[in-house]
């Protein structure tokens, strides 16, 4: 059914479908609404035999999530920024233990200063931690991932938590038309959760063991292998998806354009939207320009960002993040994508803590690239003018 | 399989061996245990010798309050909440500090759990650093007994009173010396649906320079001197404590331990030992232990 409704909503409505045993949540700016949400269905008896909690802080529920997972249940979670890292402890220990959490990240900056707005340091701060990282740029694709990313957390080739990041503001709070999912099409995609092992009185087991140097190496690497069989497991989801929905969300990325294409852009979420329109305007100018959009972050796509940039002679990669002291994230691992090829390379920083992006900033962006007029390299884009200051 | 041990690692003369097997079979080995991280989990979870015979969770040091939380509601949830008692085994330090965050949270909701912290009054799995559940004037790493500060500053924290204000249905002290009274507490704890809050005294003969022959003598002591009251709440109201015959001087603890030693001769030591005597007075009177 095709509704205009706000990402919040479009959000908790597909974490509802997706029958989530326990959700534990705690709210922050800009994510609040998709948990005021849950609790007003919770509230109106509308989630079924799904259990509301709200907890005493993230930290809390993460680990909530993390129990209720480890008892056998289908868990759910939602944060932002400060409660994304406050989070961060018990993130890393539950994919440790292999429990497939689903969690939404609203991006939202994070501090200090202190800033409510958007960009994706929140998210890109724990890619490490072995967490499946999806980023989306409409709230269709946000509403259609949540159940995939049960789906694919769960498959018993995976068991990792699985995160759906969501530009805060720009996409929670907008309205956009949205064709939502009904109860009948996600039973038939996503069955009930069957883990493999789980707290039982049946079979006793213990959860979360301590490995001394003989073993612990052993069972980060099977991560790592976990976290490649991921990619087989998504293709063939966004495949079932695409036989269910006729909705078709191609793979890790997107490229449009990029065959032929002097300069490429590539980046991540909502921006995505934006540089997409820029890009069909300047090929309607015959400009041979393309972009490439990154689906999942985690496991990067590192063969088919390598196929797409093949060709371009200059690629240009847009972060909204900062990996302070070294290469923004998004460009560095672009770059050890590209090993051994070697395009004109511009790394661009924008948008950071909601810094507005404009059209035209793009526009000019990509063809000072094209023309030659920009220096390779790394830059900062929409910076003013201003004298260093301590706070 | 035993439900706990017997290939666990714990120091011979371990306190809380004693609690951790008298629970399990208190609640007849129907339990989901939840583990914080420190000496229990440390000895107990071992991969590949995991010494649980019931299925066992340990997460982090400071988070055991909340995951039994989400074990809890995923039970009720999956609509298996008949098959397990949730209860929660976890150090004074992750307890009364890093984690009564979580704990507080689990109270506040009443989730069903019962959540037994055993008291070795430090953080005994890094080397017997303080916590807030150290008494007064004991010497730990970071509470060292130096030519100007006698150990130990400031007081025990009260854990029993912040347990009894979150208005949960059942609260209790025990110790090890009285594994009798601890196994009736964890079974009446068991009667009542909500969050219940045991808190049981277990000496640990590192840490306190205890010989391991002597661990149950001095956890005895520590309830016959009014140091350690064995009291017991239910919906509020204090219905239940273990009379005292004769309360000890403190002194009769004190002096079998380790890390009280440097009292009996710090200029500072008379003073820590009277507060200490004060401490155990005023338990005496507020709770009425004098038989
Ligand atoms: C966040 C965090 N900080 C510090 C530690 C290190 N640490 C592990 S166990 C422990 C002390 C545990 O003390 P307690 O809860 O009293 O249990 P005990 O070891 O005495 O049985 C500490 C400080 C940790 N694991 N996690
Ligand atoms: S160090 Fe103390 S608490 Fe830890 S096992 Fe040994 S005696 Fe028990």
Request: include cysteine.
């Amino acid at each position: 059914m095709r509704k205009v409704v706000r990402g919040f909503y479009a959000i908790a409505e597909a974490v509802r479908l997706s029958r989530p045993n326990v959700i534990a949540a705690y709210p922050i700016t800009p994510q609040t609404e998709i948990v005021e949400n849950l609790a007003e269905m919770y509230a109106n008896g509308e989630l079924g035999d799904t259990e509301y909690v709200t907890a005493e802080s993230e930290f809390g529920a993460a680990s909530m999530v993390l129990g209720a997972s480890a008892a056998g249940a289908r868990a759910f979670t939602a944060t932002s920024s400060q409660g994304l890292l406050l989070m961060t402890e018990v993130l890393y220990n539950a994919a440790g233990m292999r429990l497939p959490i689903v969690l939404v990240v609203a991006n939202r900056s994070v501090s200090a200063p202190l800033s409510i707005w958007n960009d994706i340091q929140d998210s890109i701060s724990i890619r490490d931690a072995g967490i499946i990282q999806l980023y989306v740029e409409s709230n269709q694709e946000a509403h259609d991932m949540i159940p995939l990313a049960f789906k694919v957390a769960e498959n018993r080739d995976v068991l990792l938590p699985f995160m759906v990041c969501v530009d805060g503001f720009k996409l929670t709070h907008a309205y956009e038309p949205v064709d939502l999912l009904d109860q009948e099409t996600v039973d038939k995609f996503l069955p009930p959760y069957e883990p493999v092992v789980k707290l039982d009185i049946e079979k006793p087991a213990a959860l979360g063991c301590y490995a001394p140097p003989p073993y612990y190496m052993e069972f980060r690497v099977a991560m790592e292998m976990a976290m490649e069989r991921a990619r087989e497991v998504m293709l063939k989801e966004f495949e079932e998806w695409y036989r269910l929905t006729g909705r078709d969300w191609g793979g890790y990325v997107v490229a449009e354009n990029c065959e032929d294409a002097e300069v490429v852009v590539v980046a991540m979420g909502s921006i995505v939207a934006l540089i997409r329109e820029v890009v069909k305007q300047m090929r309607k100018e015959g400009k041979k320009v393309g972009m490439l959009k990154i689906r999942t972050y985690r496991p990067f796509p590192h063969e088919e960002v390598r196929k797409a940039l093949k060709n371009a002679q200059k690629v240009v990669v847009i972060d909204r993040a900062l990996s302070i002291g070294a290469e923004p994230p998004l460009a560095a691992d672009v770059k050890s994508a590209l090993f051994g090829l070697s395009p004109e390379f511009h790394s661009v920083v924008m948008g950071l803590g909601g810094r507005d992006i404009p059209r035209e900033q793009i526009e000019k962006l990509i063809n000072d690239v094209l023309e030659g007029k920009a220096k390779p390299g790394k830059r900062f884009e929409g910076l003013y003018e201003f004298e260093e200051v301590i706070p | 399989m035993s439900l706990f041990g017997p290939g666990h690692g714990a120091c011979p003369g371990c306190g809380f061996p004693i609690a951790v097997r008298g629970a399990l079979e208190a609640l007849d080995g129907k339990v989901i245990a939840v583990n914080s991280t420190g000496c229990l989990e440390i000895v107990s979870s071992m991969y590949g010798r995991n010494t649980w015979g019931v299925p066992y969770i340990h997460s982090l040091f400071e988070n055991a309050g909340a995951v039994a939380a989400g074990i809890e509601t995923a039970l009720r949830a999956l609509k298996r909440d008949k098959e397990a008692h949730v209860v929660v085994f976890a150090g004074d330090g992750a307890t009364f500090d890093i984690g009564i965050g979580t704990l507080s949270g689990m109270m506040d909701r009443n989730h069903n759990v019962i959540y037994i912290c055993y008291d070795n009054e430090a953080y005994q799995n890094t080397g017997n650093q303080q916590s807030m559940a150290t008494p007064t004037g004991a010497a730990t790493t970071t509470t060292p007994a130096g030519k100007v500060i006698p150990g130990k500053m400031g007081r025990k924290k009260d854990m029993i009173s912040i347990a009894v204000a979150h208005g949960i249905p059942y609260v209790a002290s025990a110790s090890i010396a009285f594994p009798k009274d601890f196994q009736r507490k964890v079974k009446r704890a068991a009667e009542f649906e909500g969050a219940k809050y045991i808190q049981v005294h277990a000496p640990c003969v590192t840490g306190w320079g205890i010989d391991g022959k002597l661990t149950v003598e001095v956890a005895r002591l520590a309830v016959e001197t009014g140091l350690y009251p064995l009291v017991e709440y239910e919906n509020g109201k204090l219905v239940r404590v273990r009379k005292i015959k004769d309360r000890k001087p403190v002194e009769e603890y004190l002096k079998l331990q380790r890390r009280f030693r440097h009292l009996f001769k710090h200029p500072k030591g008379k003073e820590i030992i009277e507060e200490l005597q004060r401490v155990a007075d005023e338990n005496a009177r507020r709770y009425g232990l004098d038989a």
